[in-house]
């Protein structure tokens, strides 16, 4: 079980930033797909300047991601501060428009 360090490092990384993807690798240098479709379709929805945090580098941190948002993949996209889902969720969001909505409800 992850400890309390790692979970609060979680919380204000979500909590300081609109947009934080937990990936495997970075927006410049995604390492899967998935990631890097996040990416894109974070910047499709007009935002440009996010937060990435590389979960292959930080092997204890992935650990701590799962148990925060109870999900066993990533990406992982939060929006101001709240665990929004995956690659495919986010793409969903976006092709019916309420990803753009819920960037622009919280500025």
């Known amino acids: 079980m992850p400890d ?3 979970l609060k490092k979680i919380e204000d990384q979500v909590k300081s930033n609109p947009v934080v993807i937990y ?3 970075t927006a410049a240098a995604p390492q899967c797909g998935f990631s ?3 990416c894109q379709v974070i910047n499709a929805a007009g935002v440009k300047d996010f937060k990435t945090v590389d979960v292959l580098s930080d092997d204890p941190l ?3 991601l799962e148990e925060y948002t109870q999900w066993p993949t990533v990406p992982q996209i939060f929006i101001h501060g709240k ?3 995956g ?3 986010v793409s969903e969001m976006y092709e ?3 990803l753009q909505e819920m960037l ?3 500025k």
Do not use: P, V, Y
């Open 4 to 6: 309390n360090q790692l």
């Open 87 to 89: 690659c495919d969720i």
């Open 83 to 85: 665990f929004i889902g």
């Open 62 to 64: 992935w650990g701590a």
């Open 96 to 98: 019916r428009g309420e």
């Open 104 to 106: 622009a409800a919280k």
């Open 36 to 38: 890097a479709r996040a």
């Open 23 to 25: 990936m495997k690798g």
